[in-house]
Nanobody
Framework: QVQLEESGGGLVQAGGSLRLSCAVS????????MGWYRQGPGKQRDLVAD???????NYADSVKDRFTISRDNAKNTVYLQMDSLKSEDTGVYYC?????????WGQGKQVTISS
């Protein structure tokens, strides 16, 4: 079995910063792509950023130059550093990891930006 445990998030004022972490545990042979998705109120779940095992990153246009995704392969953990937060960044953030060729999701963490 594979588990994804997310941490971080919470409430912050606009312009502030937050950091999300997602640790993968269980029966792991390989972890390929890891990423973060966001679901805003009344919206679909969309990609925020992802990173390959080699470190190549991909960002949604709305978060470029404000968010930074990184991973620690030794710890099987992916991070999302979120700076210059805006009210439209509010939503539930989900971690996704491709583990042993299967996709797994975290339980989601609420991020709320107050204006």
């Amino acid at each position: 079995q594979v588990q994804l445990e997310e941490s971080g998030g919470g409430l912050v004022q606009a312009g502030g910063s937050l950091r999300l972490s997602c640790a993968v545990s269980g029966s792991i042979f390989s972890i390929n792509r890891m990423g973060w998705y966001r679901q805003g109120p009344g919206k679909q779940r969309d990609l925020v950023a992802d990173v390959t095992i080699g470190g190549s990153t991909n960002y949604a246009d709305s978060v470029k130059d404000r968010f930074t995704i990184s991973r620690d392969n030794a710890k099987n953990t992916v991070y999302l550093q979120m700076d210059s937060l805006k009210s439209e960044d509010t939503g539930v953030y989900y971690c996704k990891a491709n583990v042993n060729t299967n996709d797994y999701w975290g339980q989601g963490k609420q991020v709320t930006i107050s204006s």
